[in-house]
């Protein structure tokens, strides 16, 4: 299907800086398009197009996530007190393929998709009742790696996730791309926020792991309307029927270049009188 498309290859490369919005969506966050919880997030991309449909996009970029049942509106979500934060970093590659065909001497817009794979790392974290910022995962929370929970293994920061989405992109004079993009990322994991099974004894959790663990693991008996009914072992603490996302909304501003062995002529030409020193 994209042999058609190769054989009037004009090949070319595109390097530059994105920024904008992030969030989450999981057991703390239930909307996938949440009225709270953006964070900015930023980075590096890198596209070699073979052609002006098809082409390769390399990244890295960084951004925050949290969210909080102190901010939902559904009673037993609100009674649960759960909340997380943690910086994520990410690595991906994939395939974009425009709609039309841009290049600086055809199309000068068109909207694309894209597709991938990606490499992510996290450690979630919450406030102690003391204000404290506590790591969660040493912590066992729902009872992961303790040996009288043999099917709850303790969970890797380092996972993957699959990025998918699409925008629209423009040049500005010859030599720069101005892109819009909305991406998502359907993770390989259920723990970005700590939450994903049912609560584990509370008892047994603090004669392993401590009673920080056990404060943390339940958090409902720091409101004012508590009322004195600890969770027992198997009581739904999360949702376990699919894993979490996260995603971003971002622009991009990248340097349009034919080839890197003609970068210097090319900027000549194409691009504004400043580089013409060079």
Same mark, same amino acid.
Request: glycine share 10%; with cysteine; hydrophobic share 35%.
């Given at each position: ?29 239930? =909307? ?12 590096? !991309?890198? =596209? ?27 009673? !037993?979500?609100?009674?649960? +007190? ?20 841009? &290049? ?9 998709? /894209?597709?991938? !794979? ?16 506590? /790591? ?13 929970? #043999? ?19 423009? /040049? ?17 994991? &259920? ?9 584990? *004894?509370? *008892? ?24 004195? +009914? +600890? #969770? ?6 999360? *949702? ?23 970068? =210097? ?6 691009? #504004?009188?400043?580089? =013409?020193?060079?």
């Amino acid at each position: 299907m994209l042999l058609p498309l190769s054989m009037n290859a004009q090949e070319h490369h595109e390097i530059g800086l994105t920024a904008g919005l992030s969030n989450y969506y999981g057991d703390l966050t239930p =909307k996938l398009f949440a009225s709270q919880g953006y964070h900015p997030m930023g980075g590096i !991309i890198y =596209k070699y197009f073979m052609n002006p449909h098809l082409g390769l996009r390399f990244g890295a970029s960084y951004t925050a996530l949290s969210g909080g049942d102190s901010l939902s509106n559904i009673p !037993i979500n609100k009674s649960r +007190n759960l909340s997380f934060g943690t910086h994520l970093y990410e690595m991906h590659g994939g395939l974009e393929i425009n709609m039309l065909p841009i &290049d600086v001497l055809r199309m000068k817009a068109t909207p694309y998709i /894209f597709g991938g !794979i990606a490499a992510f790392y996290y450690n979630p974290f919450a406030d102690d009742i003391n204000g404290n910022r506590v /790591f969660l995962k040493p912590l066992s929370t729902e009872g992961e790696g303790l040996p009288m929970y #043999p099917d709850r293994k303790s969970y890797s920061q380092i996972n993957m996730s699959f990025p998918f989405g699409g925008g629209f992109k423009f /040049f500005i004079g010859n030599a720069f791309f101005l892109t819009t993009e909305i991406g998502f990322r359907y993770t390989n994991t &259920d723990y970005l926020d700590d939450v994903s099974k049912s609560y584990v *004894d509370l *008892d047994s959790l603090n004669a392993y792991k401590g009673q920080l663990a056990k404060a943390m693991s339940y958090r409902g008996n720091t409101l004012t309307e508590w009322d004195h +009914n +600890n #969770p027992y072992y198997g009581f739904q603490r999360g *949702d376990t029927k699919a894993n979490d996302w996260y995603w971003w909304a971002n622009m991009s501003v990248t340097i349009y270049f034919r080839a890197f062995g003609n970068t =210097k002529e090319y900027l000549k030409t194409r691009c #504004p009188g400043f580089f =013409k020193g060079w």
